[in-house]
């Protein structure tokens, strides 16, 4: 069963586009990425989902059921870390945390010691008086407490340091393997290819690719990398060959066609060295603005 | 309701319930302990007030209307409480649900499990308490003090205590009305310029209503619906000017349910 069902949906404020005919669907027990540029609509899509805005046309489910008719049933097992935290100034981060498992219909308490002590949280702290990293961290604390089934991420790791981000990705990966489906939006490619199964890339409002993360990167591109003491950068001008360009001795281009005319190509002539690789995912993904 | 909203809520209005009833009951201390003075110098009074342009009469309230007695005096002092609480009243109106958008925190409380409307009826029941606080300080203190300083002087029960249990709806009045104003705009930024501006706002009509004698302007401000005077004056209500305060509360409460179970929570760019 699909955890998330998006169908078509579509949100425009007023006249300015928010998301438009998005359609994809969540598997149960994967971490679906969620990549786009700022504004493309990614925070919209989670917000919808999450009923904080509601749709222009189109409908989604999660867990099977009409995500707005449904929500605060749904809810229960849903866990939000939206992209800039914000909580009650006034108020101690153990009552912010309490105030949240309040909530739900189970004894979040010992979870959210754990969470707070993995995290380094002070519990006693005003909210007022934390750095943006530890608000981020209280915004963790507060999306995990209850053992949601499903996770929503939206950019969650701008403020972290990188050990932080480590024990994050960690406390991500175990969720999963719980069980828990995540949802993980960002713009930054390196930390979707190191977590997620499959991707949505989103461009202005519309789903331009959804596929596997290894099939996005094996069916396109080689990176190919020559380097050559004397030879003529149009020698490796053919179909399928792009961004060719060389520095001193070194030439690159990316290849996409039959591997074979691009070896017999090399055989042809001396090089002193060569390397051909899977391009990044942020290569790929350059591919997709253009 | 929903209990855990309501507590968070009640506490946030705590300070803010503490400072208003302090600040109206001393008010009303300060002018209920001036009425011996006035009551002993009662013609002296009622002859200067004689010789005041009938326009700064009418702008408090105070044509036809005897200092000298208990319940005329009162009336008079109840005018500036009732502009305070309607002040209070409009404030929580103002802020109930847009201070979660302006501070932001709406997406953690909506993403919570609970729909609107609950969030909604805490949040209302928690402002209400919290109104309820107030009036039963100003109660209070209305009773103690004009027992404390009438001396000699007698009053009717039964208008004073209409009088004061016309400020429940009258705040409620505030209360709804700042609510739905504040869910048709799209943002506050700031919540006292709306509430300094209903809660004066409706008072300068009052007056207006007064100094043209324009009946239409009474229609609209709950200062008229609930005019002093005119309860210690008749012993009840106007009833026909009451009900449209009835009428405004049930529209804007309703109005902010439909508003807000519909609303798209803004999001920080």
């Known amino acids: 069963m699909s955890v998330i069902e998006v169908n078509r949906l579509t949100k425009y404020y007023g006249k300015a586009r928010g998301i438009v005919d998005v359609s994809f669907q969540v598997e149960e027990g994967e971490i679906f990425g969620f990549i786009g540029p700022n504004g493309a609509g990614k925070s919209t899509t989670i917000r919808l989902l999450l009923s904080l805005i509601f749709p222009t046309s189109g409908s989604a489910t999660i867990f099977g059921k009409d995500c707005i008719r449904y929500g605060p049933e749904l809810r229960q097992d849903i866990g939000y870390l ?9 108020m101690r981060v153990i009552d912010l945390l309490k105030y949240s498992a309040s909530f739900y219909n189970r004894d979040c308490t010992q979870r959210m010691h754990e969470l707070a002590e993995l995290m380094e949280l002070e519990m006693h702290r005003r909210i007022e ?9 209280v915004g963790i ?41 995540v949802f993980f939006s960002s713009h930054l490619l390196g930390e979707v290819q190191r977590l997620c199964s499959r991707v949505a890339i989103i461009r202005e409002g519309r789903i331009v690719e959804i596929a596997d993360i290894r099939t996005l990167q094996q069916n396109n591109y080689k990176r190919v990398r020559v380097e ?18 060389r520095h001193d001795n070194t030439i690159r281009f990316f290849y996409k066609g039959d591997i074979n005319l691009v070896m017999r190509k090399l055989g042809e002539v001396r090089i002193s060295d060569v390397t051909i690789e899977e391009p990044t995912l942020e290569e790929i993904f350059m591919h997709y603005y253009e | ?48 007030m004689a010789n005041f342009p009938e326009e700064l009469l009418l702008a408090f309230g105070l044509t036809g209307v005897n200092l000298a007695t208990v319940l005329g005096y009162f009336g008079f002092v109840f ?33 919570k499990p609970v729909g609107r409307s609950r969030i909604l009826t805490s949040k209302l029941l928690a402002a209400l308490s919290s109104l309820l606080i107030t009036d039963i300080v100003v109660w209070i203190a209305s ?58 706002g409706m008072y300068v009509l009052s007056v207006f209503g007064d100094l043209l004698g324009e009946s239409v302007l009474e229609r609209i401000t709950p200062f008229k619906h609930f ?24 529209i804007s409460l309703i109005g902010s349910y439909v508003l807000y179970t519909r609303r798209d929570i803004p999001a920080v760019v």
């Open chain 2, 227 to 250: 005019e002093p005077h005119y309860i210690t004056r008749n012993g009840a209500y106007d009833l026909s000017l009451a009900w449209i305060s009835i009428v405004v509360i049930m």
């Open chain 2, 79 to 111: 005018l500036f409480v009732q502009i305070c609480l309607a002040i209070q009243a409009a404030n929580y109106g103002f802020s109930l649900v847009s201070v979660e958008e302006r501070e932001w925190t709406a997406d953690f409380l909506l993403s």
């Open chain 1, 129 to 137: 008086d934390l750095s943006y990293g530890n608000r981020k961290k």
């Open chain 1, 141 to 181: 604390v507060q999306a995990l407490l209850h053992r949601p089934k499903l996770l929503f991420l939206d950019e969650p790791t701008p403020g972290l340091d990188p050990l932080m981000q480590r024990k994050f990705f960690q406390l991500v990966r175990e969720e999963n393997q719980r069980g828990a489906t």
């Open chain 1, 82 to 90: 939206p992209s800039e935290v914000f909580y009650y100034e006034r």
């Open chain 1, 228 to 245: 050559v003491s004397d030879l003529d950068l149009a020698y490796f001008d053919m179909p399928g060959v792009t961004n060719l360009e």
């Open chain 2, 143 to 200: 009773l103690l003090f004009i027992n404390l300083f009438k001396g000699d002087a007698t009053y009717e029960t039964r208008p004073l205590l209409l009088l004061l249990l016309s400020i429940v709806p009258f705040q409620l009045f505030f209360l709804a009305v700042g609510l739905v104003v504040s869910l048709m705009v799209k943002r506050i930024r700031s919540v006292t310029p709306y509430s300094m501006a209903l809660g004066f």
């Open chain 2, 1 to 48: 309701m929903q209990k855990n909203i309501f507590q968070h809520e009640f506490r946030t209005h705590t300070r803010s319930v503490a400072t208003w009833s302090a600040a109206v009951a001393a008010l009303m201390l300060v002018y209920l302990s001036l009425f011996s003075s006035f009551s002993q110098q009662a013609e002296l009074l009622n002859e200067m």
